[in-house]
């Protein structure tokens, strides 16, 4: 259990005293902000309660960025909210919050959020928030103020808070500063934070590519020792953690900084030997694999986990493939199918991909086989395959990234299919996925399904 903190020492960098910031002396206009969340924001305000736009979708309109999902903060209670709104649903078990539902968008409504402690008075609140003995919190449901609220936010950039009564941001830990400054900073002792939720070495990685800010020394300095922390956590949650980090436009970036402070290795432990060998093709395929996603995302072509899955665990699954034919003398396709389960399994102890990528993912590996083979009537009814156009694209990726004795075969394989395209052109993709607009977040908990959409 955490100890009481004595209630006049305050966090690192969280104020005494919130700045209070005129609206005549920020940038945030409510034509900015998202019609539902207003909505929301406006009929809290009108029942008496208050009523904030919070985190990270005011750091990015005073960045000028347009925030992905808006989030709320009130003095309303749960109950109390669900009250005010008939599409209104309560989720959650580890922080209840609000729902509101406009269509397909959400807009999350929490409730302030108070502090834990062992102190008498709050031995009731104490019921409701436990710790485990690596000091990571697992359960935490205790209202508090608008400062509480606050301090317990990560960095001092996700700390402010835009106030539907005024117009006015709040800003708790010279978030403001600090998004002038262009520097990420943990509000509290960051190694203390990243204790309680490891994701939150993850979510600095991603805001330092995705805002182009750099870590104050106290926020990177301990990620690489902790690094291993990221084993505690739920691999449904790092899912969710790595889509956002790799299908948001920055995964190359992501990639580099990951593996740099050990990150990745923990993402993905079959990769970690290949990071150490960057000349040659396997480290090569995932560079290259991150880059075409970043690459197709800017031309606004849509991306599929399940392609960057079978991109990633591609050489382990090569690795795994050679050991089982030597081993008993496989042939190919069967050594492939075993490889990929033994692959996946693994990849599935640190990150739970769903079924509905890892199916098409292997897919695209078996094609791999098929491609080489194929004659006569196979070729036509594979350029038919719902895969095909994305196991072609593998197969340019692997031709891109082979040593050159490799290299000359699998050119002349993508020279093959290439001229067969011109004669047939290739089936849409029935079922590829493009990045949901909004994931899990503290809790892991997901707001909204990836939507379906077309095209790798
Ligand atoms: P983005 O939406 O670009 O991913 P964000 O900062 O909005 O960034 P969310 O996951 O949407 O991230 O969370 C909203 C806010 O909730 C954050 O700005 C932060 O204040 C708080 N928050 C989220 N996750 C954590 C965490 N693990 N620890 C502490 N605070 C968190
Ligand atoms: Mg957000």
């Given at each position: 259990m955490r100890q009481a903190e004595p209630s006049s020492d305050l966090p690192r960098n969280i104020l005494a005293k919130p700045l209070v910031i005129p609206r005549d002396q920020h940038p945030v206009s409510r034509k900015d902000i998202a019609e539902p969340a207003l909505k929301v924001l406006y009929r809290l305000h009108n029942a008496g309660y208050e009523a904030f736009l919070v985190g990270g979708c005011v750091r990015d309109l005073l960045l000028g960025i347009q925030p992905k999902d808006f989030d709320v903060a009130t003095s309303a209670k749960p109950e109390e909210v669900q009250k005010l709104f008939r599409n209104c649903r309560l989720v959650g078990r580890r922080f209840r919050l609000a729902h509101i539902m406009f269509g397909r968008e959400i807009i999350e409504v929490a409730t302030f959020r108070g502090h834990h402690s062992d102190s008498e008075e709050n031995a009731q609140a104490q019921k409701h928030a436990k710790s485990d003995n690596e000091g990571m919190l697992l359960r935490d449901n205790v209202y508090g103020s608008i400062e509480e609220d606050a301090q317990r936010r990560d960095f001092t950039v996700n700390a402010l808070y835009y106030n539907i009564a005024d117009f006015s941001i709040h800003d708790f830990a010279n978030g403001v500063r600090d998004i002038e400054n262009g520097v990420l900073r943990m509000i509290g002792d960051a190694e203390t934070r990243y204790r309680e939720d490891p994701v939150r070495m993850l979510r600095a990685i991603r805001f330092a590519t995705k805002l182009s800010m750099r870590m104050d020394a106290s926020v990177a300095d301990p990620i690489r020792q902790h690094a291993?922390?990221?084993?505690?956590?739920?691999a449904a949650r790092l899912f969710e953690e790595s889509l956002k980090l790799f299908t948001a436009g920055k995964a190359l970036a992501n990639f580099e900084m990951l593996s740099d402070y050990h990150l990745f290795q923990q993402l993905f432990p079959q990769l970690k030997n290949y990071l150490k060998a960057p000349e040659e093709s396997p480290y090569q395929m995932l560079r290259q694999t991150f880059a075409d996603t970043d690459a197709r995302l800017a031309k606004g072509l849509s991306i599929t986990p399940a392609y960057l899955f079978a991109a990633l665990l591609w050489w382990p699954l090569q690795a795994r493939m050679e050991e089982l034919m030597f081993e008993s003398g496989l042939p190919p396709v069967d050594a492939m199918n075993i490889a990929a389960a033994d692959v996946i399994g693994r990849q599935m102890q640190s990150i739970a991909v769903p079924k509905r990528f890892t199916i098409p993912a292997r897919e695209i590996w078996q094609l791999q086989q098929r491609l080489e083979r194929a004659k006569g009537k196979r070729v036509k009814s594979l350029l038919g395959h719902p895969r095909f156009r994305a196991a072609y694209d593998f197969l340019l990726l692997r031709a891109a990234t082979a040593t050159p004795l490799e290299q000359k075969k699998l050119n002349e394989l993508a020279q093959f299919w290439t001229k067969q395209q011109e004669h047939t052109p290739a089936a849409p993709a029935s079922d590829e996925v493009r990045p949901a607009k909004r994931r899990g977040r503290r809790g892991g908990r997901r707001r909204k399904k990836p939507g379906s959409s077309s095209s790798s």
């Open positions: 291993a922390l990221l084993q505690n956590i739920p």
